[in-house]
């Protein structure tokens, strides 16, 4: 386990040269979480490899170590988180777990506690959010365990950026370990080996031709296959309601002629001779 050191009650130095009393503790460091307020300090990873049992830190020396309740009994290993304090901000890669660490605290490397606050200040506020698909250094690895063999199968993956959700070996379904191993009890056979692995996202790879080759580290491209986007349920348009009957149009019978006046003929008057 890698020896780390925390403040007991301000800042992260070296004993002996500023005088501060620290705490040692051994293991890693968890936290994850998208909060503000949250804490950071800073740790020396040592011989160690970390909890989350990879070869070495990060070539830029970028890492983070997550409390128990983030670490989650090795879940977020091989994740990134973007971090940022005081002065900056920085990607770290999660590669150990800090049992002492409350939620809300991380223990990052040196290196990357300096890209956001200065040394001296030890403990400072913070945020920090796990980053979706990261651009990893190189091509995914895969670490068979010393004692692997045909009846028992331990696996190390690297380079997958996003947490990883599930492993299949040969289709055999692995279980992983709080220290990062991915495991089939009953062995997945001499291999060749093709690993198939989900992450948090939903993202498939498949990486072929792994070897049986327990100790080696095994870096190899894999298949990718991005999330395809649920398509949206087809609406069906609506129907367009029927236009109301036109009430009927009632035409008014044509007033009946009135009969032709009846037209007497005219009377011939004859005038009376007067009387005498």
């Given at each position: 386990m890698a020896k780390r050191w925390l403040a007991s009650g301000g800042a992260v130095v070296l004993a002996g040269i500023l005088?501060?009393?620290l705490l040692l503790r051994d293991g890693g460091a968890a936290c994850?979480?998208?909060?503000?307020g949250d804490k950071a300090t800073f740790y020396d990873l040592g011989d160690g490899p970390g909890n989350c049992s990879f070869p070495s830190a990060p070539a830029d020396d970028l890492f983070v170590a997550l409390g128990e309740e983030d670490y989650d009994d090795g879940a977020m290993?091989?994740?990134?988180?973007?971090?940022?304090?005081?002065?900056?901000?920085?990607?770290?890669k999660v590669i150990d777990s800090c049992p002492p660490c409350?939620?809300?605290?991380?223990?990052?490397?040196r290196t990357?506690?300096?890209?956001?606050?200065d040394e001296v200040d030890g403990i400072v506020p913070i945020s920090f959010t796990k980053v979706r698909t990261p651009k990893v250094p190189g091509p995914v690895s895969v670490r068979l365990k010393e004692g692997?063999?045909?009846?028992?199968?331990?696996?190390l993956i690297d380079n997958h950026?996003?947490?990883?959700?599930?492993?299949k070996i040969n289709?055999?379904?692995?279980?992983?370990?709080?220290?990062?191993?991915?495991?089939?009890?009953?062995?997945?056979?001499?291999?060749?080996?093709?690993?198939?692995?989900?992450?948090?996202?939903?993202k498939t790879t498949t990486v072929p031709g792994i070897k049986l080759k327990p100790g080696l580290t095994q870096k190899l491209r894999g298949v990718i296959k991005a999330v395809k986007p649920k398509p949206s349920p087809k609406r069906t348009p609506a129907k367009k309601p029927a236009p109301a009957p036109k009430p009927p149009i009632l035409e008014s019978a044509p007033a009946s002629s009135a009969p032709p006046p009846v037209v007497e003929p005219p009377v011939a008057l004859v005038a009376r001779p007067a009387s005498c």
């Open positions: 005088g501060v009393a994850a979480a998208a909060r503000a290993c091989g994740s990134y988180l973007d971090v940022k304090g005081p002065n900056g901000k920085v990607r770290v409350e939620a809300g605290h991380i223990d990052l490397s990357a506690f300096k890209k956001i606050a692997s063999s045909q009846y028992w199968f331990a696996a950026g996003s947490p990883l959700r599930s492993v289709g055999k379904t692995a279980s992983r370990t709080d220290f990062n191993y991915w495991i089939v009890d009953g062995g997945a056979g001499s291999g060749p080996f093709t690993i198939k692995f989900t992450d948090a996202y939903g």
